[in-house]
């Protein structure tokens, strides 16, 4: 099957913290982990276990970019994936902008151009791509 969704990280579950109605499963994607709140209905269908391959899946517009390579401090978001910009591509009024994260996958995101020219975001800028836990959905093969 072929989805829209322009971020498809291959990985293994590293961890899977049970809930009451959802549950966090971590991701481990080489060099980054992606956490993703997700029912606890969906982890048992799914088999979700540590060991498992899944894939993490995030749409471009749900990510976000903060300037420099150090965690954003006093935020809610779980997912703050470090790297390097490989490439900006603007359009009219958004373009899209892709992170090379450390281990070689890479993360793009759909953001203004007001945004890619006020956070400076350029190639080989050091950035991270911000990620609501709640905005991962997570497949397996």
Do not use: W
């Amino acid at each position: 099957m072929k989805i829209s969704a322009r971020n498809q990280l291959k990985g293994t579950v590293s961890a899977v913290t049970n809930g009451a109605v959802n549950g966090v499963v971590a991701i481990d994607i080489g060099g980054s982990t992606v956490k993703a709140d997700i029912t606890m209905e969906a982890i048992k269908d799914l088999g979700l276990a540590e060991g498992v391959p899944a894939v993490a899946v995030i749409k471009a517009s749900n990510v976000m970019f903060a300037v420099g390579a150090e965690r954003v401090k006093g935020l809610s978001a779980r997912n703050q994936l470090a790297g390097k910009v490989a490439s900006v591509t603007k359009g009219a009024v958004n373009g899209h902008v892709v992170l090379e994260l450390v281990g070689g996958n890479r993360i793009m995101g759909s953001v203004t151009n007001e945004a890619i020219e006020d956070l400076g975001l350029a190639e080989g800028a050091e950035a991270l791509a911000v990620v609501k836990s709640t905005d991962v959905i997570v497949g397996v093969e």
